[in-house]
């Protein structure tokens, strides 16, 4: 009988953090391409030292019978869909990777930003599909320089955006809870909500899902939009209402959306705002590119493996459990 911890992970990962794992621990992974049941993880749980999340809802319903669980380790630095209040009851640490995701998140909404302000991705199926037939034909799209770009939650990756909407000459203002201390060097300009919804050419979500932000954008907040605004969403789909948006870019009370995240995730086939000309979605991919999740994948398992060899982890958003 294996001595080694056992860890249930609920996605294959890089061969290389996962062979670094399996080598520490016993390790139980599901394979399929499918979502893992909550009823096989919550069975595998059972007598299972660790969970490695791989954006899995962690539920106390998942947990209950987990009764020998020491850790919870994320391999994403947002964690909304894990239950903490209840982990913190069971003294669970709750470990996530912050700081790694950060350069490939701002580079993926910054995409977003050009793509959405430029539409260029309706020009690249107006040539497929043959439509180019004169030069000054295509219609006119928006410059990013000199037009001001709205960031709420101005954190770690709100603020590698803000260095690039800098470069690219754009005035940067932003809202959070409260002014950021070096806001200064970041030549960014602290606003109320009132303001950023109100001033902004182009208006980026980048904060945390939580019970203050979820639903925070609604039909009423789109009103007082500019109507050429663009909407950027690159944090959790849940902070945007779904069914306003929609309703807000058929109505023209904002002109475009980029959305990273959605919600539900994955969208459903049938959603009405694939039908939209004026909105572009990728599939939650901020982080997906193959350094990043390398260096997240391998942090998730050091904070695993330290909590599990009795180490306080390098990242722990509940760390009154120690
Ligand atoms: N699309 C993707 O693949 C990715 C998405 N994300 C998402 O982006 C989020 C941000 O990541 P990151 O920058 O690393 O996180 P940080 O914690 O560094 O930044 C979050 C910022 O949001 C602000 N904030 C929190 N609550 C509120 C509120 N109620 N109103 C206004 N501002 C608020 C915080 O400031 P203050 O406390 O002063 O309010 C903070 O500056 C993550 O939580 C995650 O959900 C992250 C990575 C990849
Ligand atoms: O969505 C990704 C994350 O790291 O959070």
């Given amino acids: 009988m294996s001595t080694k911890p056992k ?66 380790s994320q391999c994403a630095v947002g ?36 793509c959405a302000a430029r539409d260029i991705i309706n020009a690249v199926n107006y040539v497929k599909e043959g439509k180019w037939i004169k030069n000054f034909g295509y219609p006119l799209s928006h410059d990013l320089h000199g037009k001001t770009l709205g960031i709420f939650g101005m954190g770690n990756v709100g603020s590698a955006l803000a260095r ?53 954008f609604n039909y009423d907040v789109f009103k007082r939009m500019k109507k050429t605004a663009i909407l950027i969403n690159a944090a959790r789909g849940p902070i945007v209402v779904t069914e306003d948006l929609y309703k807000a870019l058929l109505d023209k009370e904002i002109a475009f959306a980029a959305l990273d995240v959605v919600d539900p995730e994955p969208i459903p086939h049938n959603s009405p705002l694939l039908s939209l000309p004026n909105v572009i979605i990728t599939p939650h991919i901020g982080t997906a590119t193959y350094e990043t999740r390398l260096n997240m994948m391998q942090l998730a398992a050091e ?14 958003v509940n760390p009154e459990v120690f």
């Fill in 7 to 72: 860890v249930v992970m609920t996605n294959k990962i890089l061969d290389e953090p996962y062979n670094w794992l399996k080598e520490r621990v016993n390790l139980i992974c599901w394979e399929e391409e499918s979502q893992p049941p909550h009823e096989v993880i919550k069975d595998w749980l059972q007598d299972a030292d660790g969970l490695y999340s791989t954006f899995y809802p962690v539920t106390k319903a998942l947990l209950e019978d987990a009764k020998k669980l020491k850790v919870v």
């Fill in 303 to 316: 904070n695993l493996l330290d909590v599990l060899n009795g180490r306080k982890p390098k990242y722990c």
């Fill in 164 to 216: 690039r909407a800098n470069a690219s000459l754009m005035n940067v203002i932003y809202h959070n809870r409260k002014p950021k201390p070096d806001d200064k060097s970041l030549n960014a300009k602290y606003v109320s909500f009132d303001e950023l919804i109100e001033t902004s050419d182009y208006l980026v979500i980048l904060s945390p899902l939580t019970p203050e932000t979820r639903g925070k």
């Fill in 79 to 114: 964690y909304d869909n894990i239950d903490v209040n209840y982990c913190t009851e069971r003294k669970i640490p709750v470990c996530n990777t912050p700081h790694v995701v950060v350069e490939a998140t701002a580079e993926l909404t910054y995409g977003l930003l050009i």
